[in-house]
């Protein structure tokens, strides 16, 4: 390893972004929080407001779940929102960041990467970090063709060895770097390289590191309804623990029957209700085809069936409840104009898709 090249490749060429504009250890533990499977460019508005409403660790700290829930909005991936907030409280009832790897990793939803990231790059620690670039650009210089999965020890060894003593923050956003912006999974840039000459896979980066195969991702159908009554609209809050916990969405269930999914979730009797749409998600673990009615119902609406609440919301204050993508693009439907007849509920059923 060229630790000198990379370095100054680094320094000359890196990407200018708000956590490496201004560094702390609470700056750089929510951006590697927020980063955690999310692009950098969705990332950083939304790093930029979450900075502007929790300034500091004591900040988040305070705040209701709720509330970081809402400012989290559309991020994705929301036991993450939940870690960050308890690792606030730690660090704020510990009187401050730890000052090693291991009590950093104590704290929830930090494991040994984002306590490696926070050691070096805040606290100018000696530590490395192996994330999934720094993997693809160690296995290519190694010419490691085996799944990272399975070599994850080799893999953090040589990280630890090729660490240039007092140089591990700029070291290691390199590594991060280079495999973000040369060292690419598809068509990556070998000739813009700092470290080609020591390259053992650079006449094949595409062999290395082994692609692991995805097993088929299980697909679901729900059904949801848009209720509306005098300017404002339904929306039930998800239970505590599990799947989108604590989010608010429209009212419904997992299945094709509506009538049902109100009954049991919100203590409505469906009268009619018109198709407006099928919204089809990914999460990590499914693929979840969600068709959306807009609905008349009779009855009092109350939280049953797993719901923590159901609230009447003025639709004005809808986009800014904590909701989940889901429910964002499922909201967007009730937007758009719908030429469908209304059909009583009884004889309409939405199909599984084909």
Request: with cysteine; charged share 25%.
């Amino acid at each position: 390893m060229d630790a000198p090249s990379l370095l100054a490749w680094y320094r000359a060429h890196h990407r200018s972004m708000p956590w490496r504009d201004i560094v702390s250890p609470y700056r750089t533990l929510v951006s590697e929080i927020m980063l955690q499977q999310t692009r950098v460019d969705t990332v950083i508005p939304y790093f930029e407001r979450f900075m502007k409403d929790f300034p500091t660790v004591d900040a988040l700290a305070e705040a209701p779940l709720e509330r970081v829930l809402e400012r989290w909005s559309g991020l994705g991936y929301y036991s993450r929102a939940r870690n960050l907030h308890g690792a606030a409280r730690a660090v704020v009832a510990e009187g401050g960041f730890p000052k090693d790897v291991e009590g950093l990793r104590a704290l929830p939803g930090v494991g040994p990467y984002t306590a490696g990231a926070i050691a070096s790059i805040a606290l100018g620690l000696d530590e490395a970090v192996v994330d999934g670039n720094v993997e693809r650009v160690m296995c290519r210089q190694m010419a490691w063709a085996e799944d990272p999965k399975r070599i994850k020890a080799r893999l953090w060894d040589k990280a630890r060895e090729w660490l240039p003593a007092g140089q591990a923050a700029d070291f290691n956003q390199a590594l991060m770097e280079l495999g973000a912006t040369v060292c690419t999974p598809l068509s990556p840039s070998c000739l813009l390289c700092p470290i080609r000459a020591g390259c053992a896979g650079v006449h094949a980066p595409d062999r290395y590191p082994a692609k692991e195969k995805k097993a088929a991702v299980p697909e679901a159908v729900a059904v949801a309804a848009l209720l509306r009554s005098e300017g404002r609209l339904l929306l039930a809050r998800r239970p505590p623990t599990g799947l989108l916990a604590g989010l608010w969405e429209l009212p419904g269930a997992l299945g094709d029957d509506l009538d049902a999914a109100l009954a049991a979730r919100v203590g409505l009797s469906l009268v009619e209700a018109t198709p407006l749409g099928t919204v089809t998600h990914v999460f990590s673990h499914l693929r979840l085809h969600t068709t959306v009615y807009e609905a008349r119902t009779a009855g009092v609406a109350r939280a049953d069936g797993g719901y923590q609440e159901v609230r009447w919301v003025p639709s004005a204050d809808v986009d800014g409840m904590a909701l989940s993508t889901l429910t964002r693009r499922t909201l967007r439907l009730g937007s758009a104009p719908t030429t469908t007849p209304r059909t009583p509920a009884a004889k309409r059923r939405p199909a599984p898709p084909s």
